[in-house]
């Protein structure tokens, strides 16, 4: 029997679809695309790192992810200047990658105290590590600071730490390999040209 017709055979009517599952897996932890893969290169070698999608902006076809100022990507992302973002779902056989321009925004702009107010008190936590990440330990140690500990020393702390990446997507493709075989690319290019076409699987 043939396959059905997928919204992977209209370029229009797959952006969209995929778009709307970019903007679900950024809303439900459970989703899948809650948790992409960013890599970006640190000197010649190609860091992938498991990240959350914290916000998204299709307009302006943002994706926003945080980070502490002390860990390895926070002084490298600033010179690499281009990232990139894999999501998979198996359920759908999907996948999408994102490459772009990533920056790390400044911490004393408006735009990071937003972010941070809208974080819970449990993932402000994460930035409240008395260890620096990274930092090579002689043996396990708890370096997290209990949420129901949380001085005000600690949360001023966090807030130190904590960064604002955004990755502008010049390019993004897809993959799609439930039922028949799909593979698109859209090209954001400058201001709004579009350009979309399939590419053989
Ligand atoms: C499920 C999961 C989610 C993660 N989310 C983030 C995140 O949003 N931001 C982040 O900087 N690191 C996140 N990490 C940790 C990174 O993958 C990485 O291990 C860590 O940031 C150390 O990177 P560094 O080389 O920059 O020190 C996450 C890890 C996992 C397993």
């Not at 010649?44 to 390895?72: C, G, M, Q, Y």
């Not at 996948?95 to 937003?114: A, H, N, P, S, W």
């Not at 090209?187 to 350009?195: C, V």
Request: charged share 30%.
């Amino acid at each position: 029997m043939p396959n059905e017709p997928s919204p992977f055979d209209d370029l229009k009517l797959a952006h969209d679809v995929v778009w709307n599952e970019l903007r679900e897996g950024m809303q439900k932890p459970r989703h899948a695309f809650h948790w992409p893969t960013l890599c970006y290169l640190d000197g010649f070698t190609p860091v992938p790192r498991t990240v959350v999608l914290r916000d998204l902006n299709r307009s302006e076809k943002r994706f926003e992810i945080h980070t502490d100022a002390r860990s390895r990507k926070a002084a490298v992302i600033p010179k690499a200047k281009h990232a990139s973002l894999s999501f998979y779902d198996p359920r759908k056989s999907l996948q999408l990658t994102v490459m772009g321009r990533i920056e790390m925004l400044d911490t004393r702009k408006d735009y990071t105290e937003l972010a941070w107010a809208k974080l819970n008190l449990a993932t402000k936590t994460i930035y409240a590590n008395t260890i620096d990440p990274g930092t090579a330990m002689l043996e396990p140690e708890n370096t997290t600071v209990p949420v129901d500990d949380m001085s005000t020393e600690d949360l001023a702390r966090a807030r130190k730490n904590f960064r604002v990446l955004h990755l502008t997507a010049d390019r993004l493709e897809v993959l799609s390999l439930k039922g028949n075989h799909r593979r698109l690319l859209f090209d954001y290019g400058l201001a709004g040209q579009r350009r979309a076409a399939w590419l053989a699987p």
